[in-house]
T-cell receptor
């Protein structure tokens, strides 16, 4: 069974630039999550999708972050414009449905904003 | 939503049992306890979860106290590859990882 795929693995941008991350969840998983993990901290949930609908985006900084999952499979997370404090690892995870917290994580994208 | 409290770090000798405690004194009756671990530079990995009863799988055992205010994750025979940050999470409206326990298995 293929795991959660993410790309790119690493990205370096300057502040005020934009960046996008891509995630392909495990086949058949209806629920998709995006997390932000700052160095030394645990992952923080940014947004949760059930199929192509948003379940929870309460911690997503909506003035600069956006995410979509148009066809209920792949998802993209965008930051525009980036700030220095956005430097972090962005993790994508998927689970069968919203009733299961057994999440499978991708390897993450390490973003450095200079 | 119940928050959890874990020690910042622990050491364990290789081959011995690693017992990782977690306090979740405000957990409500329908909230599960989940454990994940994160090996350096990797995404978190699901380990085990439980509600009231003790649970065991091929990776670990989970012991939940009768009042459900705390739990212990047990790695029966720790290996060097078990060195990781272990997160105890009480489910609720949000899945909150916290900062976890950094477990170091010593040769």
């Amino acid at each position: 069974e293929a795991g959660v795929a993410q790309s790119p693995r690493y990205k370096i941008i300057e502040k005020r630039q934009s960046v996008a991350f891509w995630c392909n969840p495990i086949s058949g998983h209806a629920t998709l999550y995006w997390y932000q993990q700052i160095l030394g901290q645990g992952p923080k949930l940014l947004i949760q999708f059930q199929n192509n609908g948003v379940v929870d985006d309460s911690q997503l900084p909506k003035d600069r972050f956006s995410a979509e999952r148009l066809k209920g499979v792949d998802s993209t997370l965008k930051i525009q414009p980036a700030k220095l404090e956005d430097s972090a690892v962005y993790l994508c995870a998927s689970s069968l449905n919203t009733r299961s917290y057994e999440q499978y994580f991708g390897p993450g994208t390490r973003l450095t904003v200079t | 939503d119940a928050k959890t409290t874990q020690p910042t770090s622990m050491d364990c000798a290789e081959g011995r049992a690693a017992n990782l405690p977690c306090n979740h004194s405000t957990i409500s009756g329908n909230e599960y306890v989940y454990w994940y671990r994160q090996i350096h530079s990797q995404g978190p990995q699901y380990i085990i979860h439980g509600l009231k009863n003790n649970e065991t799988n091929e990776m670990a055992s989970l012991i939940i106290t009768e009042d459900r205010k705390s739990s212990t994750l047990i790695l029966p025979h720790a290996t060097l590859r078990d060195t990781a940050v272990y997160y105890c999470i009480a489910t609720g409206n949000q899945f909150y990882f916290g900062t976890g326990t950094s477990l170091t298995v010593i040769p």
